[in-house]
C-alpha cells in the first residue's frame, strides 16, 4: 500500500500593498521641498520617483522624505513613517484620520504565496498557491511617540475588545460601549470618530 504524503510548500513571495503603485504623487521632504511626479513604493520601503513618463528614475527613503501624498483619487493617500510601540522598528502607514485627539493609521498589505503542487493519488497533482489581504491599524494620541497597534482584519490578530479597552481607559463612556459590545473591531472608523468627538 502505497503512503500518501502531503505536503503544502507556501512560500511567502513579497509582501504588496495600495502604496505601491505608479501613481501621480508629491513628495514633501523634510526641509520642506517638494517634488512633483510619479511614485510607487517596494517592497524594502523605498520610494521610486520620477518626474513623469520616460523620465529617470530616482530613489528616495522615508529618512529624507516627511509626508509622501499618491493621488490615486480626487483626495491624497497620505504615507507617512511611524516608530511602532513595543516593536522597535518604523512603519510606513496611510493616515486615515487625524482628529484632536487621536490619529488613525493603517496598513493594507497583500501576501503572496508561491505555486506548490499536493500529491492526488493517480491523478494530475493539484496546484496550490493564491494570497490573502488584509489591514492593519494603528493609533497615535498627541504628545505620543510611537503608535500602538490596535487591530488586524487578518485572522491570526489579537483580542480587540481588551486591547481597545486598554488604549481607551482614558474614556470610560467608549469603553462601556466596547465592553457591552456596542462598539466591536467593525465599528473601528465609528471608535475613532467617538473618541476624537465625544471624549476629552
Known sequence: MKSIVVLISMIVLCSANAKAQNTKSVLIFKDGTQLEGLAKV???EQIKFRKGKGEKRERYTFDEVD???????????????VKIKGEGFHEILEVVDQGK???????????????ATMPNGNMPPIPMGGSYSYTDSYV?????NEAT???STNWLSGNFKKMASQYFEDCPALVAKIQNKEFKKKHLKEIITYYNTQCK
Open 42 to 44: 517596494n517592497f524594502w
Open 149 to 151: 497597534y490596535l487591530a
Open 67 to 81: 509626508t509622501l501624498k499618491l493621488f490615486e483619487d480626487t483626495e491624497p493617500s497620505i504615507y507617512v513613517q
Open 140 to 144: 497615535r494620541k498627541p504628545g505620543e
Open 101 to 115: 485627539n487621536l490619529i488613525y493609521y493603517r496598513d493594507r498589505n497583500e501576501r503572496y504565496y508561491a505555486p
